[in-house]
Nanobody, 118 residues
Framework: QVQLVESGGGLAQPGGSLRLSCAAS????????MSWVRQAPGKGLEWVSG????????VYADSLVGRFTIARDNAKNTLYLQMNSLKPDDTAMYYC???????????WGQGTQVTVSS
């Protein structure tokens, strides 16, 4: 069965960095686009970034361009999100999700918590 397992979250100081990982299994990872989505406390879901199957095309939420970088390693079935210059507003649960054939996010991981605080 499809499984997505995020890791790498934790506590970071403002201005710091974190690298999230998402280990995928149960499907041919290289055949699917992938995304990161976050949910801040008390707020709705916010799409963060997406990456196409070969990793050469990436897209970001406008507010995050220049601070976050999405990447993937198809040999390791792993998705990444490098987060730099972190702000308290980046505090959220971060989820990785698979882009299904209809372009919807059809499978989600359980999330990893990121807290940015001094």
């Amino acid at each position: 069965q499809v499984q997505l397992v995020e890791s790498g979250g934790g506590l970071a100081q403002p201005g710091g960095s974190l690298r999230l990982s998402c280990a995928a299994s149960g499907f041919t990872f290289s055949d699917y686009g992938m995304s990161w989505v976050r949910q801040a406390p008390g707020k709705g879901l916010e799409w963060v970034s997406g990456i196409y199957t070969d990793g050469r095309a990436t897209v970001y939420a406008d507010s995050l361009v220049g601070r976050f970088t999405i990447a993937r390693d198809n040999a390791k079935n792993t998705l990444y999100l490098q987060m730099n210059s972190l702000k308290p507003d980046d505090t959220a649960m971060y989820y990785c999700a698979r882009t299904g054939p209809s372009m919807s996010l059809d499978y989600w991981g359980q999330g990893t918590q990121v807290t940015v605080s001094s």
